[in-house]
């Protein structure tokens, strides 16, 4: 047992039900990234004891401007389950979330189990189809502020995100454009040549970062590949991205804790 370990999981927990963000910069010190992932499997383990589901997982920090703007440059990975799955066009309640932004990605769709500790596992011949996705982070710690092993055991920000329709993989180019729509206005562009050179490459980075982690990939899983631009606030109303080649996908946020 690990009593710093325990701590953060009780804590960031509590904020996260609550959406009261911590100010816990000073706490913890020496915090470190095996404490942080350790405190981070242990959090999802609640919320599948509560009865979710782990659907996959997702990177961070793939790109320069999401480090840029958050001051780290590591690439890390997050939990998904289906609780913070939310349909195409379906309602994302801001009443739930603390300080909510939105970025724009793409999600890969895993076809057989995977099993990450395996030696040169070759992730990418497992990958059935690429989609348009939105994904939308919560910090848990006021500010938006953390370092890594913080935002790491805080699921790195993980709190909702939603998933276009499948294409086949070759439908994703080099340099294919990503926009980002708030209410009808284009609020972020990019490509996806911002995600470490290329999406796929995530899945390199996943296999190498997961095998590590002891992590696995039942068939079926979704990875988000991390997001082409900043993270913008976000606001009330509709929510769009759109991935040249991949077409379009969207969700509402809506005010009110009951959607
Ligand atoms: C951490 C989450 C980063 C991405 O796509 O790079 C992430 C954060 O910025 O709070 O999801
Ligand atoms: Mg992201």
Known sequence: MDAVVDDVVERLDEARLRARPLRAESDWPGLDLDQAYRAQAAQVARCVARGDVEVG?????????????????????????????????GVVPLGELIHPRVEPEVAFLIASDVDLTEPDVALIECVSGVAPALEVIDSRFSGFRFDLPRVV?????????????????????????????????????????????????????????????????????????????????????????????????????????DG
């Open 153 to 257: 055991a805080d699921n790195t920000s993980a709190a909702f995100f939603t998933v276009g329709r499948w294409s086949p993989l070759d439908a994703l180019g080099h340099r294919a454009g990503v926009e980002l729509w708030s209410n009808g206005a284009r609020v972020a562009e990019g490509t996806t040549e911002a995600i470490l050179g290329d999406p796929l490459r995530t899945l390199t980075r996943l296999a190498s970062l997961g095998g590590r982690l002891g992590l696995r990939l039942p068939a079926g899983s979704i990875v988000l590949a991390g997001a082409a631009t900043e993270a913008m606030p976000l606001a009330a109303g509709k929510i769009e991205v759109k991935v040249e080649g991949l077409g379009e996908t969207w969700f509402e946020a809506k005010d009110g804790t």
């Open 57 to 89: 997982l997702k990177l961070g920090f793939t790109s320069e401007a999401k480090m840029r703007q958050m001051g780290v440059d590591e690439v890390i990975v997050g939990r998904l389950t289906d609780a913070m799955q939310v349909a195409e066009g």
